[in-house]
């Protein structure tokens, strides 16, 4: 059981920005929110995480809201190369990464 | 360059054939972890170690073993396959300590037939 909640498919265009939403409402106050992402045929990769604060890297931005219920991975601008299968994760015990089914993001050019 | 390799990436063996797929990480590492990944099934974590020779069960451990002699290795091990092992295989590391960032093998494709 990986205790989050996400669409299991969005589309967006090229250039454009993308919300993936989590929902992981039973979150504990020491859980961080990983995200990684698969491409095709490939390992999934490590995007971003958080643990209360937004937070940006060279990939990606994560909002978490103020009650850490929810989050949201922001892709500023779509590419092509960005459409994968996005996971959240809430990370509670140091020992145990559990991946749900992901978001299915395809990217129209 | 920070890496996770398996070996071997396709293999098709069959029924009852005794098989070791091999993980190696170059990140010092404590903890390692297989996976499992099938269609509409998602990723299911079969063994994780935290260091060397600590090992415990993940969500589908049933015909599967591991070992953990090297901190860098991470075999694993099906002493009989069946062909409902049929599945892609994950290798990934990790530190022991913020942000638990976890790195990704490339990926082990097996066919029991």
């Known amino acids: 059981d990986a205790k989050t909640t996400q669409p299991n498919s969005m589309e967006s265009n090229e250039e454009e920005p993308v919300h993936l939403p989590c929902n992981h409402s039973?979150?504990?106050?020491?859980?961080?929110i990983h995200w990684y992402r698969q491409l095709p045929s490939q390992g999934p990769e490590y995007v971003i995480h958080?643990?209360?604060s937004n937070v940006n890297n060279r990939m990606a931005s994560l909002a978490i809201a103020e009650d850490r219920k929810s989050s949201t991975l922001i892709l500023h601008r779509a590419t092509l190369r960005d459409a994968a299968v996005y996971y959240c994760?809430?990370?509670?015990?140091?020992?145990?990464?559990?991946f749900g089914a992901g978001t299915r993001l395809t990217v129209k050019p | 360059e920070a890496q996770v390799t398996q070996n071997p990436r396709y293999l098709i063996t069959v029924t009852g054939k005794k098989l070791t797929v091999t993980c190696s990480q170059n990140?010092?590492?404590?903890?390692m972890s297989w996976y499992r990944q099938d269609p509409g099934l998602g990723l299911r974590q079969i063994y994780y170690?935290?260091?060397?020779?600590?090992?415990d069960k993940g969500d589908v451990p049933e015909g599967y073993k591991v070992s953990r002699k090297e901190k860098r290795n991470f075999p694993l091990i099906l002493e009989s396959p069946s062909p409902n092992q049929t599945s892609l295989y994950f290798c990934?590391?990790?530190?022991?300590?913020?942000?638990?960032?976890?790195?990704f093998g490339p990926g082990t494709r097996l066919t029991v037939t």
């Open positions: 994760i809430r990370f509670y015990n140091n020992n145990d990464m559990r």
């Open positions: 039973t979150i504990s106050g020491t859980d961080y």
């Open positions: 990140m010092n590492h404590e903890y």
């Open positions: 170690s935290m260091n060397v020779e600590v090992t």
């Open positions: 990934a590391s990790r530190s022991d300590r913020a942000p638990y960032e976890q790195y």
């Open positions: 958080g643990l209360t």
